[in-house]
């Protein structure tokens, strides 16, 4: 079968309730035995910035992540993100589609050193590669500097990219710096967003193309 034919556009990806599931608003306070609300209180928001710019150790952070005594269960965290993670619906069939169609894609993400739980829950590495997490390169969105590193990295232009997240002042940030940008919202049909914004063609399309 004759693959779709390749984009010019490069694809840079928000990963968490964007592609996959997002377990910080129901598995994560359940294991930690805390409503939302109280998790929200409880939490060193600092600490959590700290981790996710690799700026502190994983244990650094086990100490840090309550405003109090509480040290954090870091192997049950770890445990707890592996078990719950999934793909959003359809995402992983439109991942292998633009795989297929050779279509340029990179993770930028703000996550700490344990997106390797992500890794392992859903494989998604076979798609693209996490280039862009905000504990290797620092930078977190939504500042400026993390939509421009990776256009210095790629040595691409601005239009020469889509950026998708769930986070509105994540898309505003991007678009402040002149890169194409959706916002990606629950109901959202991802494949046909992208088809819309000429990165892929339909498959009812693909396939007329293949049976000529």
């Not at 609300?37 to 992540?65: K, M, P, V």
């Not at 049950?76 to 297929?100: C, H, I, N």
Request: aromatic share 10%; proline share 7%; hydrophobic share 40%.
């Amino acid at each position: 079968m004759t693959a779709p034919k390749p984009s010019q556009t490069t694809l840079l990806l928000d990963v968490m309730s964007t592609l996959v599931t997002e377990p910080f608003y129901d598995e994560i306070p359940r294991f930690l035995n805390l409503a939302l609300s109280e998790l929200r209180g409880l939490r060193d928001i600092n600490a959590f910035h700290d981790f996710e710019r690799g700026f502190i150790t994983e244990q650094e952070y086990a100490q840090r992540f309550f405003r109090g005594e509480r040290v954090l269960d870091v192997d049950g965290m770890k445990a707890t993100l592996r078990k719950s993670v999934k793909f959003l619906p359809g995402v992983e069939k439109t991942l292998q589609y633009l795989r297929d169609a050779k279509v340029p894609m990179h993770a930028l993400s703000n996550y700490s050193a344990w997106y390797q739980c992500i890794e392992d829950a859903t494989g998604l590495s076979r798609f693209l590669p996490w280039t862009f997490v905000s504990c290797k390169t620092g930078f977190r969105k939504p500042e400026p500097e993390a939509y421009l590193h990776p256009l210095e990295v790629l040595s691409l232009r601005p239009t020469d990219c889509l950026f998708i997240d769930d986070r509105p002042q994540n898309v505003d940030s991007a678009l402040s710096v002149g890169i194409p940008s959706l916002l990606r919202t629950p109901d959202m049909d991802l494949e046909q967003a992208l088809v819309e914004h000429g990165v892929l063609r339909p498959r009812a399309a693909h396939r007329r193309c293949d049976a000529k």
